[in-house]
């Protein structure tokens, strides 16, 4: 038997609609709930668990923590852009072992799925942030940033190389527990993500998050001078979300079989599901829980009625569905 999918028209919270099983699975890391928390825009979740569960969520993505406490990168240390916002924090943090007995226990006391960032200046800074954390309960999954754009020395961008990304991804799986899935994310400012996917995932990568923020850079008219205090900082929000999408499906078209964290830009269920059908398996949202602190919660079930409008039974079905051909017109199902 076939579906017909349902394509245009606004979604209508108001009409009864079937539930969709929305389980995923990163890697072997299965969750029952697509969304996440993206790194560096909830800390480890406490402020948004203010608002709404964050258990409901498929997990809370840590902000990067590094082997030392970090101050950051002098202020200003944030501008809005139209239709996103320019950030160079520098990867402020406590260190690992506050990180482990302070963050880290009370996501394992909450309850939460928990994705734990490592981000470091050397590969061998990533292997011992992965033995820190090997012996630590309570860790879903390990997000390994070799991609974050604004730390102070350009070339720790590890990400912007196919080698030195793997380099770091060999680092991780040497020093971490088996059972744990490890998470590349990547940078956009490259020529080829498709070659730095591929170089993390033959180096041990269970999955990718793409993208991280992009480079930008802002003048203020008034003192006609860089307004970050860094010079330039990442660039997220809606203006991303096109390059985003694109970069997803590049990967997905390359690599079918790699599981995709997919984000930037999203605002609503209609934006993620667009991640979904250009091939994520699952979706972080960030920059909008500044202004819309129940955000997360609020985009995953938009996604689920977005999904059972167009038909869908399963978020699963969906992945990468924009693949299929502009002709497709119907889900098919099993026969009974």
């Not at 394992?108 to 954390?133: D, F, M, N, W």
């Not at 993208?211 to 860089?226: C, F, K, Q, S």
């Not at 999203?266 to 993620?272: F, K, P, S, V």
């Amino acid at each position: 038997m076939s579906r017909a999918l349902i394509t245009s028209g606004p979604i209508d919270p108001t009409v009864n609609l079937p539930a969709v099983d929305m389980s995923t699975s990163l890697g072997y890391f299965e969750t029952p709930a697509p969304v996440f928390t993206a790194s560096g825009c909830a800390a480890a979740g406490k402020e948004l668990d203010q608002f709404f569960d964050i258990t409901q969520l498929g997990g809370i993505v840590t902000k990067s923590v590094m082997m030392n406490a970090r101050s950051g990168r002098a202020t200003p240390r944030m501008a809005e852009t139209p239709s996103g916002m320019l950030n160079s924090i520098g990867l402020q943090g406590p260190g690992i072992d506050s990180f482990i007995e302070n963050d880290l226990a009370w996501l394992r006391q909450r309850g939460a799925r928990t994705v734990v960032s490592i981000a470091g200046g050397s590969v061998e800074e990533y292997g011992k942030l992965a033995a820190k954390l090997r012996t630590v309960d309570g860790i879903s999954a390990i997000e390994v940033n070799i991609s974050c754009p604004n730390v102070e020395d350009r070339g720790q961008v590890f990400a912007c190389d196919p080698n030195s990304s793997a380099q770091v991804i060999q680092a991780v799986r040497r020093n971490s527990d088996t059972k744990i899935p490890i998470i590349a994310k990547l940078s956009p400012d490259v020529t080829s993500i498709v070659s730095i996917a591929q170089a993390v995932e033959r180096a041990g990568a269970d999955a990718v998050a793409v993208i991280n923020t992009t480079l930008g850079m802002v003048i203020n008219l008034e003192t006609m001078r860089p307004a970050l205090g860094g010079i330039t900082g990442g660039l997220s929000g809606p203006a991303i979300r096109p390059m985003a999408v694109r970069c997803v499906w590049q990967i997905h078209q390359a690599l079918p079989q790699l599981p995709i964290l997919g984000m930037g830009g999203i605002r609503n269920g209609e934006d993620a599901l667009q991640f979904i059908l250009a091939g994520a398996s699952a979706v972080s949202v960030g920059t909008v829980t500044f202004h819309d602190p129940s955000a997360p919660i609020r985009v995953q079930q938009e996604l689920e009625i977005a999904l059972a409008q167009r038909g869908f039974a399963t978020l699963r079905e969906a992945i990468g569905f924009a693949h299929r051909g502009p002709d497709v017109a119907v889900i098919e199902e099993e026969q009974e």
